[in-house]
């Protein structure tokens, strides 16, 4: 029997294991100008090229599946009517035809959207239209919303999280909720209540956003190890702590650290969601991205968010439960992340026990990329 530890979630049935796709932000932010930069800019004709290309690279065979339109999409005004409109320009064909082109080839489609009077880069935000809104992207049929958080004057901002949370309920339609207010409550030193969180949310951001470095991968683990005894154990089947998206295959990774940045991602349960050009990304980068056996870690069912669980000579080990499980002797993703800038290959020393796993039955290693993964 695997004692799991008793933290509901979000009722949805949704995002059993961590959600795997494709999202704008990281490498097309809000690149609107689309006579400047045709390929780049947010629009149908980008996320048309992304959805046959995901099918062709075999991005979609290996499980990812959402693909998430960011911040930027709308026009700046609502219609007469007061519904938000996607912009006429960018989507001539409309967001309901886009959405159908991403549905017939298989995958599930996500929007953004802010729960303030205005989106982060200063589009409508849903204050006050609430369930308008989101009736309206049900109507859509969208199967995933990334709210975020700017512009709202609210301290703490889990009320209002909740109650978005009741309107797309009240739509029937089943929808993936990603909610960014614990990185607005942690800047603001606002204490946020996880077990309200997981209840309310499938996925929440808990700090920063990444940017395209190294510095920033680092800066987001040291958070995560930082806070691993208080956030760790909210993370399960339906409800996830995320660090934010890959950066793998743009400018600000080595290869080497691209295979860290993979590794840790699957150990810590986060979200998978990539963000980078899919015309231009080199191969052994896309093969970070597709590696089989390090997405099975990630979406492992048991779920169990992993941990740091040793230091030394800057180098660390993370370790997460896996499955198989026989009786409650659990099988381990060991991970060794080096923090040294030195160069050398450096001679690290670690027995089994050092880093907690104690089964006397001895393990079986299996060795990947730069992952090990121990198995009973
Ligand atoms: C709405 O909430 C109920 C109760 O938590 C749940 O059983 C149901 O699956 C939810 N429906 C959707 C579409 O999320
Ligand atoms: C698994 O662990 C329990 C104690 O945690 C032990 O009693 C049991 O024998 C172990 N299972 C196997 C198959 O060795």
Not at 95 to 110: A, D, P, Q, T
Not at 185 to 212: A, G, V
Not at 325 to 346: C, H, L, M
Request: charged share 25%; aromatic share 12%.
């Amino acid at each position: 029997m695997v004692i799991l530890p008793l933290i509901e979630g979000l009722d949805n049935g949704l995002a059993l294991t961590p959600p795997m796709g494709w999202m704008t932000w990281q490498r097309y932010r809000c690149i609107t100008d689309c006579q400047k930069y045709p390929d780049e800019c947010i629009s149908d004709k980008l996320v048309r090229r992304v959805v046959d290309k995901m099918i062709s690279d075999g991005y979609l065979d290996v499980g990812y599946e959402y693909i998430i339109v960011d911040d930027c999409w709308m026009e700046n005004e609502r219609d007469s009517s007061g519904h938000l409109v996607e912009d006429k320009v960018r989507f001539p064909y409309g967001m309901e035809s886009l959405i159908n082109y991403v549905h017939s080839n298989g995958f599930k489609f996500g929007i953004y959207e802010d729960y303030g009077r205005k989106t982060c880069m200063g589009y409508p935000g849903m204050l006050g239209h609430v369930q308008k809104d989101i009736n309206k992207f049900a109507d859509w049929g969208i199967d995933y919303i990334k709210v975020d958080g700017c512009y709202n004057d609210e301290v703490d901002l889990s009320d209002g999280y909740e109650m978005l949370k009741d309107a797309l309920n009240n739509t029937g339609r089943p929808i993936v909720y990603s909610c960014s207010y614990p990185a607005y409550h942690d800047e603001n030193s606002i204490p946020t209540d996880f077990m309200k969180l997981s209840k309310n949310c499938n996925l929440w951001r808990n700090y920063d956003d990444i940017q395209d470095s190294w510095g920033s991968v680092t800066d987001i683990l040291d958070y995560f190890a930082l806070k691993q005894d208080f956030i760790a154990k909210y993370a399960g089947p339906g409800h996830w702590n995320d660090p934010d998206m890959l950066l793998i295959g743009n400018y600000g990774l080595s290869y080497d650290q691209s295979k860290v940045q993979m590794a840790l991602w699957a150990v810590l349960s986060a979200p998978l969601l990539m963000s980078v050009n899919l015309d231009t990304i080199r191969p052994e980068y896309a093969a970070i991205l597709k590696n089989k056996k390090i997405i099975q870690v990630n979406q492992d069912p048991l779920g169990i968010q992993g941990l740091r669980v040793l230091r030394k000579n800057k180098i660390e080990v993370w370790t997460k439960k896996i499955t198989p499980v026989i009786g409650e002797n659990y099988s381990y993703a060991v991970a060794f992340y080096s923090r040294r800038t030195d160069g050398s290959p450096q001679e690290f020393n670690v027995t089994l026990r050092d880093i907690g796993l104690n089964f006397i039955g001895g393990y079986k290693l299996e060795v990947n990329f730069i992952i090990y993964n121990l198995a009973i």
